[in-house]
């Protein structure tokens, strides 16, 4: 059977599942914070200071879960195609196994052709070589056989 290990791109896509559930929870968690300090601070100076650094750091945050997502996606394509390759990789050990078995085959039976043509000319031979030899015993015979 070919080495071939899809369960390694498995375990990695697992992996970034998890690190993006990871990074889910501190983003729910940023956005719980923003929420509080918007309640606190509904003032100009809270505007502002959200719009500086909270915002670029929200716009960072969907952009790395949009790319983690985009990780995932890769991983889950690939995990697939992995999967698709040992299937095949199979299929093909199997039709190898199948060809060489087929291959073996035909050169028994060539061998036991060519031994029966070799038996057959060798009996042909034998059969010319003594044929006078037949005809001998075969019209002694009738002449037994005639009298009865």
Known sequence: MPSFDHHYHK????????????????????????????????????????RRYLAPIEAYQNGA??????????????????QQLHDLLL?????EEQCVDTQASIILKKTLGMQSQKSGLQFEKDYLDNRHLFQETLSATHTH????
């Open 91 to 95: 299929i093909c050990y199997a039709d």
């Open 11 to 50: 375990t990695s896509c697992d992996t970034l599942l998890s690190e993006l559930e990871g990074v889910r929870y501190q983003v729910s968690v940023f956005k719980e914070d923003v929420r509080t300090i918007r309640a606190i601070w509904a003032d100009r100076a809270a505007v502002n200071a959200e």
């Open 65 to 82: 879960i949009q790319s983690f997502s985009d990780q995932i996606d890769n991983a889950d394509v690939c995990q697939q195609l992995f």
């Open 145 to 148: 056989i005639e009298p009865i």
